[in-house]
């Protein structure tokens, strides 16, 4: 049974006369500027990752920045946005019932709640305090995005949503939640909750694309496909569907957003009762009726191949050229492994001579370029949202989805390239570590052959 709240954090503004003429603080240190005013985030900070509260803080997490650097680094978002004024961050907290959770599964509840709430776009620390009867995690997170410099907006669907997150995640692992009343203030979130599902584009946009997915599927299977194609990575558990999309890091539960509507039953029953089912292709194999054969004589008198022709089959049998019956040969894990480096190594050797990248600094232009072109495809497939949330008519917001389909493969081969870039560069730093290290080997071996070849000359002489 875990409940959530969430505070704002405010800290004070000094006059920035006053900070400059401070000996104290006028240190030539990169991002010192204006830390005095962040005191406040600093001890709440603190408070949540104090080791006596988190056994010696082994249940503490940074989502987008370091534990340690928090205070830093969220001070350089604000910097770079110019939003160091107002509400500095946020300071959550989830509550457990009494005996109900391990600190391990607290803490890992708490990381989840924290990266699907606000993953995407915020710094957060996480921490999971022990020093009560019932073990609670604390959130803390900067008030400005790293992503695009929007603060975060606190209001009743966003409290909601963060109260239904956790009891969507406690109903995952098995844990009590509370039951929906109306508060003592007479507001019923649940209510919030609703028009926050209506409302939010993430969520009619994926409403869009299941109704898609669930026409055009003749199967379960293949209405996985679908989603798979458009984007999205899904998983169930406990017989619900969850889907979610990139850039996104939240997962939809799609019964629970959407309603029993969407349950799986339901969408399986959808796809067979498809309309479209009537026009499904069945691929007929043409069949001959089998015929019996006689021969009437001995099996001495048949054919049998002689001179070139027995000798070369002979061979072929004898090298296992051409074997009686084709043998399988099942790959172990390793062997598997190994395969698909194989492939990947391939396709960064294609993509080296394809773009004909001869440098680290040429790898890293096209990558930057690769980056320019994900961002428009990203921008190109938004447009086509919105463009396809304006039409009323099925037949075009269809042929809207394709094109939809289309801008997310481009941009799964884009990703992809990227990511092959990426392991070309560290790949080839490391081969050049190691080719430094073989050639010091091999200098300190000739060294030490040489040293030694002196030794015995001398040795020699000394004799003589």
């Known amino acids: ?31 010192d500027y204006g830390m005095d005013k962040y005191e406040t985030v600093r001890d709440v900070l603190r408070y949540a990752t104090n080791a006596d509260k988190t056994e010696k803080q082994f249940y503490v997490s ?75 995690n604390h959130f803390v997170f900067n008030s400005v995005s790293f992503k695009d410099g929007y603060k975060y907006y606190s209001n009743r669907e966003n409290t909601a949503l963060l109260r239904k997150t956790s009891d969507e995640l406690c109903e995952e692992y098995g844990l009590s939640v509370l039951d929906e009343k109306t508060c003592k203030s007479g507001i019923n979130f649940e209510n919030y909750y609703k028009k926050n599902s209506s409302e939010s584009e993430y969520c009619q946009f994926a409403k869009e694309d299941l109704d898609y997915a669930i026409n055009h599927a003749f199967s379960l299977h293949q209405f996985e496909s679908i989603l798979a194609a458009m984007g999205y990575k899904y998983y169930y558990r406990a017989e619900k569907l969850s889907i979610r999309k990139e850039p996104f890091k939240r997962y939809i539960r799609v019964e629970r ?163 092959y870039c990426d392991d070309i560069i560290e790949r080839t730093n490391k081969i050049k570590e190691n080719i430094k290290y073989l050639e010091e080997e091999k200098w300190k071996n000739t060294k030490e052959k040489e040293e030694k070849r002196l030794k015995k000359k001398k040795d020699r002489k000394c004799e003589m």
Request: with cysteine; glycine share 4%.
């Open 1 to 31: 049974m875990a409940t959530t709240k969430l505070w704002k954090v405010k800290g004070r503004i000094d006059n920035a006369v006053n900070y400059a003429t401070n000996k104290d603080k006028t240190k030539n240190e990169c991002y």
């Open 62 to 136: 940074g989502i987008n920045c370091k534990v340690e650097n928090a205070v830093k680094e969220m001070q350089i978002v604000k910097q770079i946005y110019g939003k160091e004024d107002g509400i500095l961050a946020f300071h959550g907290e989830q509550s457990f019932k009494e005996g109900e959770v391990t600190p391990e599964l607290a803490h890992e509840i708490g990381v989840r709640l924290a990266t699907e709430m606000w993953g995407d776009r915020f710094q957060v620390v996480v921490t999971t305090h022990l020093n009560t009867k019932h073990i609670h």
């Open 257 to 419: 957003r959407f309603g029993e509507e969407y349950s799986l039953d339901n969408i399986k029953k959808k796809i067979f009762e498809n309309p479209w089912q009537k026009y499904k292709k069945v691929n007929f194999v043409a069949t001959i009726p089998a015929q019996k054969f006689t021969f009437n004589g001995h099996a001495k008198d048949l054919y049998k191949p002689k001179g070139l022709v027995a000798l070369f089959l002979y061979y072929c049998f004898a090298l296992k050229v051409y074997p009686k019956k084709q043998q399988q040969h099942k790959m172990s894990p390793e062997m598997r492994r190994e395969v698909r480096k194989l492939e990947q190594y391939s396709a960064e050797v294609n993509l080296v001579c394809k773009y004909k990248l001869e440098t680290l600094q040429d790898v890293d232009n096209h990558k930057d370029k690769k980056k320019d072109e994900l961002r428009e495809l990203y921008n190109t497939r938004n447009r086509l949202y919105y463009k396809r949330k304006e039409i009323t008519d099925d037949m075009q917001k269809d042929e809207i989805t394709k094109e939809i389909i289309k801008v997310t493969d481009k941009i799964k081969s884009t990703k992809k390239e990227l990511w």
